[in-house]
């Protein structure tokens, strides 16, 4: 079975390692964010990497005779906590170019990942639409809102899943079972308990002597921060790694936040050990990326930002394991071209 699949909005490439760990072959990635590129091509060295604006690229540019297309469109349009502008928005636009690129290439399978504000009810119309869109070119299209931390995640992550089969298959995509055990941040992170990170405001001027990106931010506190607890026990999942510095959560080793009054807690004073934000590294391993994949970065921020953006690849190793698996099964239809006069 012919393995090769591109990847679109790469990121840092969780969502491609977690492919390649379950039998694909990622060989052209798209990422235009300059403050990527470096980490992505040191953890992914065999596949080309396309850095234009994926807006200037035509599809007879992309490799062809593809098993599958994947990435996630940018999300913060369609987030709980950004702007809330969706499709309206120039990166909630950017969804019509992933489906371009689809058409075109036909590949048997597509996915893309989103967060879990692309189905509030503001945006219901502009997903069926999307959803819509995917089915007129051809594939029949399964999506969900699952949480991450019951696919070997040690992190509370709900995200949406919408994966496409080609309509001539003759059938779609089912959802596995979530997994009975789940991960905490004692499974994750609790070897690290013993090596202090460095502690970084902005730029870096040195890099950890013994572990990789185990750096974290030192940086204040907001009163947006302090409005709710940010620590969870060794027992627990982690909360949702985000792409901010700012807003990486406490290192678990700390008491649980105190509240105080509405929307208000304070640091418990009496806390065995003192707060601090979780690392790059730490974020990293409970985004379950192995500690040989180096993020590449001068500013602390930028190292966040890769990791909170990535797809867990341990949820992205699962999911492709069982298209993997179903296209394993199947006799291998013909690539389909499609007609320029089609495309308009």
């Not at 060989?27 to 040191?42: G, L, M, P, Q, V």
């Not at 180096?294 to 890769?306: D, E, P, V």
């Not at 990791?307 to 179903?326: E, H, M, Q």
Request: hydrophobic share 40%; aromatic share 12%; proline share 6%.
């Amino acid at each position: 079975m012919d393995r090769n699949i591109i990847s679109l909005f790469a990121g840092c490439g969780g969502l491609d390692l977690g492919f390649r760990w379950a039998g694909f072959n990622p060989i052209w990635a798209n990422e235009s964010d300059r403050a990527i590129w470096d980490t992505y091509n040191f953890n992914h060295p065999q596949t080309i990497l396309d850095r234009r604006d994926i807006r200037k690229i035509n599809s007879d540019e992309i490799p062809d005779r593809l098993l599958g297309i994947i990435g996630g469109p940018p999300c913060q349009s369609w987030s709980e906590a950004g702007a809330k502008r969706g499709i309206q928005d120039d990166r909630g636009q950017l969804f019509w170019e992933y489906i371009r690129i689809v058409r075109d290439k036909q590949p048997l399978f597509f996915f893309a990942e989103n967060v879990s504000g692309i189905l509030a009810p503001r945006n219901r119309v502009a997903f069926t639409y999307i959803l819509s869109q995917f089915e007129g070119i051809g594939y029949r299209v399964s999506f969900k809102l699952i949480n991450a931390k019951n696919f070997g995640v040690p992190q509370d992550r709900e995200r949406v899943i919408v994966v496409g089969y080609r309509q001539d298959l003759g059938f779609g995509f089912e959802f596995p079972a979530p997994e009975n055990d789940v991960l905490t941040l004692q499974d994750a992170i609790f070897d690290l308990g013993s090596i202090a990170p460095i502690q970084v405001k902005s730029k870096l001027d040195n890099y950890h002597p013994i572990i990789p990106n185990h750096e974290c931010a030192d940086l204040g506190f907001s009163s947006i921060y302090m409005s709710r607890n940010r620590v969870r026990s060794w027992s627990e999942t982690s909360f949702t790694i985000q792409a901010s510095a700012r807003h990486a959560p406490l290192h678990p080793q700390a008491s649980k936040m105190i509240l105080v009054g509405k929307d208000k807690r304070i640091f418990d004073p009496n806390s065995p050990q003192p707060y601090r934000r979780l690392s790059v590294r730490e974020c990293a391993r409970i985004q379950t990326f192995p500690d040989d994949f180096i993020f590449k970065y001068r500013h602390i921020s930028n190292g966040y930002k890769m990791v909170g953006n990535a797809v867990p690849v341990n949820l992205a190793k699962i999911l492709a394991s069982k298209i993997f698996a179903d296209l394993g099964q199947v006799s291998m239809k013909p690539y389909k071209t499609v007609d320029q006069t089609e495309k308009n």
